[in-house]
């Protein structure tokens, strides 16, 4: 037989593992422990690019000829694409605009780039697009 020491401190050894057990929580509390794993998002997937303007929070400004001449063709004045440029939908509407307003304003020539900004580091390569073109 077990001196009575023993069996006092067996008895609440077994009764503090048995309230362990039962204030946890179980582990799995859906019923079918069978169905599929639906993930939030894919691991495997790439992050999704962001533009340069969103990703450096950069605000165009109609008076910052310098930063807007850095989207405009050297040759034929125009504007590049979103596909050249890889802007967001957001953005390339609002450089449209502020393009405009300072073509407007006199900050900026109408046809061609303003010669003392052709020396400026490009943030693209216009012969090479981001993405190509939709129809080509």
């Known amino acids: 037989m077990l001196p009575a020491v023993n069996k006092l401190h ?4 077994c009764s503090t ?3 362990s057990i039962s ?17 939030e998002k ?15 929070k950069i605000e165009l400004n109609y008076k910052n000829t310098r930063l807007l001449q850095q989207f405009v063709s050297t040759f034929s004045g125009r504007v590049y694409e979103r596909h050249v440029t890889g802007l967001c939908n957001k953005q ?8 405009a307003l300072s073509r407007r304003s006199g900050y900026m020539p109408i046809f ?18 981001l993405t190509p073109h939709s129809y080509a």
């Not at 929580?25 to 169905?35: G, I, K, L, T």
């Not at 894919?42 to 450096?56: A, D, F, R, S, V």
């Open 42 to 56: 894919n691991p495997y997937g790439k992050p999704k690019p962001k533009c340069i303007l969103c990703e450096k």
């Open 112 to 129: 061609v780039k303003d010669p003392k900004y052709l020396n400026d580091p490009k943030l693209f390569d216009p012969l090479k697009p």
């Open 92 to 99: 390339h509407k609002r450089l449209l605009e502020t393009i």
């Open 23 to 39: 204030i946890t929580p179980a582990r799995f509390s859906n019923e079918n422990d069978d169905e599929p794993v639906v993930l």
């Open 10 to 13: 067996l008895l609440q050894t």
């Open 17 to 19: 593992f048995v309230r």
